[in-house]
Nanobody, 122 residues
Framework: QVQLAESGGGLVQAGGSLRLSCAAS????????MGWFRRTPGKGREFVAA????????YYTNSVRGRFTLNIDNAKNAMYLQMNTLKPEDTAVYYC???????????????WGRGTQVTVSS
């Protein structure tokens, strides 16, 4: 079992930055890939970014590429999402996840955190 806990959400003005953290615990060695997703009432759950641990390849959805950066700190068992130049449409609950059953951009991950709210005001 893997436990995930997000932190770092909050309220920020458009153009600002936030860094989300995801702390992993439990069976850390079983983690193959990790991802960030977000959920809004209108769009449902949306893929944001992911990383495959065997080769450190990162993946981003088009709407955040160039603005968001995913990083891993193996020593701290943590994953981060640095979000810059935030826009009101980035407002959502952000979730971290581990171990997708299929592709890293699919939502069929085995483990999920509880989410952290990000609100971007215009």
């Amino acid at each position: 079992q893997v436990q995930l806990a997000e932190s770092g959400g909050g309220l920020v003005q458009a153009g600002g930055s936030l860094r989300l953290s995801c702390a992993a615990s439990g069976s850390i060695d079983s983690i193959t890939s990790m991802g960030w997703f977000r959920r809004t009432p209108g769009k449902g759950r949306e893929f944001v970014a992911a990383v495959t641990l065997r080769d450190s390849m990162t993946y981003y959805t088009n709407s955040v590429r160039g603005r968001f950066t995913l990083n891993i700190d193996n020593a701290k068992n943590a994953m981060y999402l640095q979000m810059n130049t935030l826009k009101p449409e980035d407002t959502a609950v952000y979730y971290c996840a581990a171990n997708p059953l299929t592709a890293v951009y699919s939502s069929d991950y085995d483990y999920w955190g509880r989410g952290t709210q990000v609100t971007v005001s215009s």
